[in-house]
């Protein structure tokens, strides 16, 4: 596996930007997906005709790789991971329940 890979970011003012990156290493419980396709979502819009650097929900840091919304194949699993292993497809859902409401409680 190479030690770059491309990524987009959107730093506004109408404007994609691709870039190279190091690739990460997965942590605890972490698992590092090859991303095969991703969505483009509404704050991926806002950012792209509208500078967003960090304020709000969907904000993005200056430098952030967009595309939050992936799917893909996991290709390095890190330390304590017990549900998942190379080779899954994965899709990454980007929100996460608290975990303690009925919603959450029920699945």
Sequence with gaps: ???????????????VELHEFDIPTPGYRQVLVKTMASTICGSDIRCIY??????????????????HEPCGVIVEEGPGLNRFKKGDRVIVYHIHGCGVCHDCRMG
């Design 1 to 15: 596996m190479a030690n770059k890979m491309m990524g987009a970011t959107l730093p506004g003012g109408s404007k």
């Design 50 to 67: 509208r500078e967003h650097t960090g304020k709000g929900a969907e904000g993005y840091i200056d430098g952030m790789i967009a595309g």
